[in-house]
């Protein structure tokens, strides 16, 4: 079901070494960060913005390495200025991100919202990932399974979710195969590693 255009922006299997932790690896798992005009660290969600980039892996543990530890310096090698809460802020673009992601699949029919919706796309083999509301009912979410050889999205709120369908809030969504659902995917492990679950939100892969 993938549309026209859903092949760009995916990753072109590049690896590059973490800041934190000094390993090297793929590039979807880091975020990208560069210098602004006033010196000042820019996270670059999205590998657009111009000047040379340093990575660090998409976890608030990794981040908070880099930030303690002066690393932004060391790997632009010139004075630079740490945002106060720049974690947070990574945090909430990698979600405006996925929301947008989500949005888009929506719009190309390659995404559903609902309890009755998901559960049709899922008798019918259409579904290839489920997404499920952090905060929903347990209950309700142990009744709908992870598509066979699919994919499934536990780290996001009902609230965030609603924002991708156009509703108040949605517990429930799926999408079907195509280079929209990898990229969700992809965008929510990010997003994952950026949160503190607990062991209450998850995204398989």
Known sequence: ??????QKDRSD???RK??????TQPKEGLIRFVVGPDDQVVPDVMNKLPGRGVY???TQDALNIVIKKKAFARGFKA???VPEGLTAEV???VLRRTVDLISLARKSGDAVSGYEKVKDW???EEA???????DGSGRGKSKLSTPHRGKYIGCMTADELGMAFGRETVIHAALASGGLSQRVVEEAQRLQGLREMGGTGRTEG
């Open 13 to 15: 299997g590049a690896e």
């Open 18 to 23: 973490c800041l934190a932790t000094g390993e």
């Open 1 to 6: 079901m993938a549309r026209g255009g859903a």
């Open 122 to 124: 899922l008798i019918k």
């Open 91 to 93: 945090e909430r673009q």
């Open 128 to 134: 290839r990932v489920l997404i499920q509301a952090i």
């Open 79 to 81: 004075q630079v200025t």
């Open 56 to 58: 660090v892996t998409s």
